[in-house]
């Protein structure tokens, strides 16, 4: 049987072809086809094996044949392999099988049976002692557990000894076995399998070769350690994606979409307004990363969304972190916590809504996406961008005033982000103003209208509607505007525009999703659609569809800045509440109607007015973005306006007001001209020069100005007609009118605007009172109106007839409420009458300018009129107050807020009106007046302002004059201490529930600066600060000098025993050994001691002597070693020493400055007195000089130059000192002996 | 008005030592100064000294919220933790759980936190230990109650809660009604 390898097969080869193949030449066995094939798939090699019964003569001839032949396009190769190794190994085995001797198995069978003889079962005797031998067979020897164990004959390999081993010996070694289990048999060679069973971990798949694939993480580069934060988000999210079962990958890859988003928004918004702060930065700055692999990320997650593999990997991502760590938001937080009004928080609060208003941005994207696609843009980025920028200026300007703050959160709490846009939109929009008053108009109509209320709703759905209708439009616009903006202008402008644009559309969004939560709300968005509408319409006229939206976007911007006073306005004109409403709700109608209808009709108007318009919004929005200073001073301009002459003429003030800002913001040179100009126009009734004035400064502006102040012009000039019906007006009317022919399209064009956003009221009055005299106004209008009727009403249908239904509606109930209004108008201009008739239009044209913010516009004489306005307004707000106290309140409000003088001075005014009026209010009461006023006050005060327990002076205890003075202060203490007992309580209770020693904080927490602390020594806390003296306290001197004897002493019993010397050197010994301090000293001194001391006693025990003797046993001290006149020297410089050195220690102790550290130390001194007293005892005349002057400098005359020397030369001749030595050394000799002596009995009582 | 009982201060302090631990005492005994908790229309506040004494000119009955709401005592005299207190808690939570920003949205819709949502979890946290949620850009989103310990989050299956929702700051939309 041969193995043939067949190689170079073609891959459409089969066994069964081999087979037959190979089957003329022999019994073809076996057959194996192997095909070989790259990562796709595609067989590249084919090769097989075969196992053939074949005789070598045939495979001889099948190798002629067969070998380098061709076969099915391959040539083949055949070679004799190696046999197959599964058939090798079932050889092998059955050789083995068949090697099995059979004599062994036997031998052993035989052992056991004549084991078991013996009691032994399979190696086993149970109950035998190891070590007894097995009965009959000698080598064989129970062990541990009783096991039957062979004694071994072991020889060494290198050595002939031959060593027995008795296992029983050594049975300690031996462990019981587990009955080990039993190997599984061998599987047969056909049951053998390539597969590796194993479980599903991780491990056994690696050992099957199969590995996780693997998630590569974005490499990133950060820029600081502070975009981290931001980063991670980022990453976050993708590896989110990755991990995130496939379902919802659509949703997280939108989400991951929106996330990158937001950090992309503040980029632009960082380099446009400076008033950002870290954070922001901080996340502008991880922007530049994030926007470049915005898209690389993108594709890794969606490539790795197909390799994820579900669930799997979440694992790797859990991460755990250590109790202390600290999110790094929390300075934000805690900040929030205490209500610090303070940058951080707004930003924190951005943030929050940045979430929130991703939110809408994927609305506004699923919405706009097909328009942005028409588009060509890489809009997405850029809108959020400028989204954001909205948002910040938003911000930023809620910083600025406080009450959009306030206004803002309370939005927040109640609608979220979204409606928070809203409101900062109205902020931007009609100044912070325009938010205040809206709420009041809110609460007004709520208060009081529920037909107002129903018509709001029936409001909304014509909004919605409208919305809905206008919704494509807007993101076009918006798209539009910001492609036209840069050209024409600054790149602030056209973000400016944009953001105003993004403002538009966020109210629309809200208009679809919140519709119906605020009347305010969508009272003015209505107004800004209807605003829009009208404008784009009226520019679609002009233009083709490209284009046109162009200058519906500008129109739109025009007339949402336009009207956005234009509420306001409305406001101020009626002065009671319903009268608003029904304003606002008849000019909706209108407006919408009006709007529909142009939306479809496209009438013919001039081309060239849109372009500048155009200008004139990105004006206006600067102004609204940029100044919400300035727009305060026009809102309150505009709030003021409305009292004196009516709505309408603040309407176009604020216009004004909008444009020449605009001006300023421009080109700050142009500022006081267009001031200065505006006021002309307003002012002057043939104003057009100063108009041309105006267009000429503000050429960037343009059209805006004209087109704007005309209608404006011609507003005001009817409601001065319609007010006050002087001819002089209707011919300044009727000079404008004739000034301005050659913008007469454009005015035809604001006038429809304006037409839309005035009030119907408005209009009528105008068609009422002033058609005959200004004819021109009223054909503009009637025009419009014209075109309204001609514009075919194809789309909205339903929606026009349900509008029209309730234009019908609201328009009888303006007519109601105009009737009303006129009255009070005449009451007012009665009232106003008096001041007015003077200037008569004049006086209410400076009105505009005295609350203008910057006086420099006062070239015209201007300056005499404001105070007569102020005065004038004053009047009117007491006449309002009167009449109206709502509006006058919200008026106030904004006053309070406006700056100038004026405005102060009214401000006071109406301080004092309060004054008067509550004075009496705050005038203490007789019955309280007084310490027993008080008390009886305070006693009221508890039982609340019920009647029945209405306190007098019944009531008051009878002992004041004890408790008065106490009380009065105590009042406040006793909150506190009522408090602080509250807190112990609650601290108590705490600990209780935590099972921990809670106490409370005294003095609170306060930070102490370890190196700025300053110790002083009266203060107990800093006994913490000193080294303690550990040296325990001694009673007193005598004590511890008895204690010492007492010490002393005991040696003395052991005196008799030993030896007789005349000195009682034992006792002196057994001192020295105690003290040893003292001898070294001593031994130190040795030098200077010789010339002092007696010659018959030797140096050591004398110094010994002096150390120990002199001041530890002075009672038994015997001066006897001293020389004899010296004695009594020494004692009393000794003495006198001692009181020294104590002089001395003062000084040391001033250094330490610690009067109770002298106390404790009074004992130590005399320690350290033991040791100073010899020394100065061993040179009693010498010591006490340097002792004194112990200064570590030499003087000239120092005694130690002196003495120094002297330690150098002999003080006697040398024979004597010889003599000296000789006569000592035998007593040192004898010493020495004794102590040897000594040593040796020592040595031999031991033993 | 009035200062809760001992019993009415345990629970609450029971309940509120699951989420900040000994902390609690930072809230007592403030440096910043005094502050206090008051009942009123079964629910706990927590008010300054300062505006508590501004707040006694509003009659009990006009009173609709002082200072920072932290829960109510339910009929049963249980106390619930209202989303109000997460200022109080963010700031000295001992565990917490940071969720990944898919499942923000989820856990603010007042669901459970899923494993698949856990982006972070504090070590050693206890099972039905109290945690505060948090997004991965850690701003607190609200709390709930750990399902699983820290050891067993790492081998749960995906889908499983780790942790039980029980207040987010969606609620101050949803239970914008309730919430005082």
Redesign the interface.
Known sequence: MKRLYIGGLSHSITEKDLKDRFGKFGKVQDVELRTRRDDEGVPYKSFGYINLEITDADFRKCMTVLNKSKWKGGMIQIEQAKESFLQKLSQERQEAADKTPSPNVDHKNTLLESMKKAGVENFHMKAAVPGTEVPGHNDWVVSKFGRVLPVLNLKCPGRNKIIKYDPSKHSHNIKKLETAVEAPGLTPVSMLTWEMSGGDDEISKKRRGEFPSQNTHPNKKMKESSINVVIKEDTETGVEICNGSSKKVSTTIQKYNRETKTPTKPKVTAAHTKSQTEPSVCVFDSTDDSDGEVGKLVTQTSILVETAEGGNNNEDYLEVVGDDYTPKTFLGNQQKNKNVHQLPVALSRKDEEDYDSADTDEILSSRTTASISEQDRPPVVEKQSSVTQIKNIKHTCSAKAKKADKIVPKRLVKKLAKKKVPSSESDDDDDSEGGEALTSSEAEKTGKLVPGKKSSEIINVDLDCISLSSEDENPVKKALSKKKNPPSSDDTDSEASADSEYEALFTNCQRLEFSLDDLQQLVKESFLNGQDQDSEDHECDSQQPGPSHVSEISGEAHSRDSKAPVPLAVKGKGNTPEEILAAILGDKGDEERKNKRKNKGKTTMCSSTPLPAFQGTKGLYKTTSLSSSSWQCSGDIGLKRPDEKEGKTEVSQKFFKSDTKGVCKSSASITVPGHSTSEDVKTVPASSKSLDLTKRPSNSLDGEVPAETPALKKKKTAQAEKNVDSPVLKQKLLTTAKNKRDVLVTHSASSCIHGSSSEEEEEEDVRDIAAPTTSWSVPAKKSQQTKLSKKPQSADRLVDAKQQQDNQRRLAALEQKQKEAELQKKLIQGALAKVDAPTSGQGKQHIKFSFDEDGSDDDDGVSPVPLTTKTLFQDSQSDEDDEDSPVSQKDNRKKKKSEGLARHKLFDDEDEEVDEEDGGRFLIKPQFEGESGAKLMRLQSRVGTDERFQMDSRFIDSDEEDNDVPEEESSHPVIESELSEEKKKNLNILSGVLNINVQPSVKGMKFRDISTLIYDPTKDEHTAFETKNDQPKKDSKLARKKKREEAAKLPEVSKDIYYEVSVNLKEVFGAAENETTGEERAWDEEDKEEAGLSVEVDPVTVSSLLSSGESEVPSTFKFSFFGDEENTATETSADKEEYRVQLLRGAKMSWQADPRFQDSSDEEDKDEEQTVPPHSSAIPTEEPVASKKASFFFNVDDVRFIEGPKAFCRSDHLEDQIEKWKEMRTSLVQEYRKKHKKAKRRLNTRK | MR?LT?DE??TM??KL?KYI??N??LL??R??G?Y??RLHNDRVYYIS?RIL?ISTNI?HDKLVSVGTCFGKFTKTLKFRLHITAL??L??YA???V?V???QE?SFLYGNHVL??G???????TAQYQGVVV?S?????LGFGVAAKS?QE??RV???SIVVFHQADIGE??RA?DTLT
């Open positions: 200062p001992d201060t345990r302090f029971e030592s631990g000994e609690i005492k007592v005994d440096p910043d005094t206090c908790f000294e004494k009659s200022d109080y963010a700031p001992k565990f917490k940071w990944k920003p898919g949205q494993k698949s856990l982006g972070r979890i504090t070590e050693n948090y991965m850009s850690d701003v607190p820290t989050c790492r299956d995906p889908m101050f939309i914008e």
